[in-house]
Structure formats: structure tokens, C-alpha cells
């Protein structure tokens, strides 16, 4: 699947061009709101990523360390899940917009082995209706070893547009999320900076290659201004995995958990800081503007 991907997007570009135009109008022509439906089967892949693809990966994120993180076994199925999802939803994923993720790194105990089969369990766990466009919608996911060690467990909560929910979460958490994402930046580059990650021109297009993740907001600027943004910005796992890896370059294995609101779209070819008082973060741009926040646990 990732293959047949990149090869369209990197020969064929226009392809996925009209592909996203027909798809919007057919979309726009639906009579009725798709339904997050209460209940769906667990989703489950399994597959083997080699040291070398691990240290691929590591490498793509700049990860100084010999050892690899945990994550790093994830994002090449977990796009992929959701995706797959999406479609059981019978809702579109250039609509899938993330607005939090909560990682517990659990394990680091097999992180030199050169071969590792894993797999991954994802689920979708309901959703609540934040207005009469979009609806707030929570996945589950958890990375096991072959003998069914976790290595490390994580919640997503996106934004779908143009979809109604008939379940609901629990503590009104789209109200909480919502209040979160409209802060602004508290603490400054000079005095808290943990660490800076240049997100190049065409980053997007290679996370896409690797994660499955190919909507063109990511890829073409002309699509992103449609939706109102700047220019083309990466994905929200793309930026999750920006600041995992700038915290594992200072913190290694001590880390156990991060959780991350994405309050602004991360746009290509910038420099970005990752700003840490000891336990709350903040992603900003060279201007201080806040990209993403939120919190990192380490181990005791």
C-alpha cells in the first residue's frame, strides 16, 4: 500500500490532485452527515521492521542516540490504522484533523535487537460532537512485542469534519481540548530551549511515503490555502514525532510519558524550538508562536 503511494505521489502528483478534487465535491454533494458509530471491531496488524529501517526512521528525525525509541515502531502502521478506520466510519481522511495525543512508553527492553516482529492494536473508543461541523472522535492504540510485551500504548483525539457522533466521551472532554488549543506560548526560546528540528520543504511528502498518510494539505500548497492555511504543513504524527525525538536526544530511556496538544499547523521549511520547563513543553516557531504544547513525565 505505502509503496503504490509514493510511487503516485512522487510520478504522478496531479493523479492525487484531481483524485482529492473529485472526492471534495463528491463530498459536498452527500445528502447526509456520516455517524461515528458507538461500536467497531479492534483493528490489528502485525509486521517486522528491521534494524536498519528503525535507524532509517531515526535518522529521518535526527535522533542522536544509538538506541531507538519505542515509537519508532509505530507510525508506519498507525497512519495506516486510522486510515483504515476512517473508511469503516464511511468518513473521508483529508477530514481527520489531530488535536491530541497522550503516549506511555511502557518498555525499552528490546530496542538493540536487529529484528523485531511487532503488533500493533488500534481502536476506536467513541466520540462527542463538538458543533454542528465536526465531531471530536478518540482511537486507541497499543504496540506489542510477539510475545505480547507492550512497549508503549497511546489515545489520539481528532477533529472530523463534517461528521455527527451518536456516542459520547467522557468529561466533556471536547469542551477541555478545545479550551486548551486557544493558549498562547508562556515560555521563551532563551531561557528553555531543549532543542530546534528544521522541518525542510517536501517533509510531509516523505512522512506520507513512510506513514501512508497522503492528504495533499501536507503535499501542495494550493490545496492547504484552499482550507485556509498558509502553505502545506505536515502531519500531526509527523509533529509528535519532531518532539518525541527532540526529547529522546536529551532524555533517552528516562522518558515515560508525552502528552501533546497541536494548536497550530507546522508548516514546511521553518526552524522550530522545543521549549521545556522540566515538566510542561511548548513547540514554537523562530517568532515564539505556539505550534503545539503540553506535557512529559520521566521515569523516577
Sequence with gaps: ???????????????????????LFKGIARKHKPVLESEL??????????????????????????????????IPISSQAIIEYTKRL???????????????????????????????????????????????????????TKNDSRLFCQTDYVYVKNAKANSSLNDSTAQTIQSMRSRESTLSIKNHSLGNFYVWKGMGVHFGAISGDFNLTHIFDTTAKIIGKAKA??????????????????????????????????YHDQLVHLLCDGENFELVDADNELLAFGTIKLRS
Design 1 to 23: 500500500m505505502v509503496e503504490n503511494l509514493k510511487a503516485y505521489s512522487i510520478e504522478n502528483p496531479s493523479v492525487y490532485f484531481l483524485s482529492y478534487f473529485f472526492k
Design 41 to 74: 471491531p479492534v483493528f490489528q496488524s502485525e509486521m517486522e521492521i528491521k534494524r536498519k529501517d528503525r535507524k532509517r526512521w531515526c535518522d529521518f528525525f535526527k535522533i542522536r542516540k544509538s538506541s531507538y525509541p519505542p515509537l519508532s515502531y509505530h
Design 90 to 144: 464511511n468518513i473521508s481522511y483529508k477530514n481527520i484533523l489531530f488535536a491530541c495525543s497522550d503516549v506511555e512508553i511502557l518498555s525499552n527492553e528490546i530496542d538493540e535487537q536487529d529484528s523485531t516482529p511487532v503488533k500493533l492494536k488500534y481502536s476506536y473508543a467513541g466520540a462527542e460532537s463538538v458543533n454542528d461541523f465536526s465531531s471530536l472522535a478518540r482511537f486507541n492504540s497499543c504496540v506489542l
Design 233 to 266: 504543513f505536515i502531519q500531526g504524527l509527523c509533529t509528535l514525532n519532531i518532539v518525541i525525538s527532540l526529547f529522546w536526544n536529551h532524555y533517552s530511556h528516562n522518558i515515560s510519558n508525552v502528552k501533546i496538544f497541536y494548536a497550530k499547523p507546522v
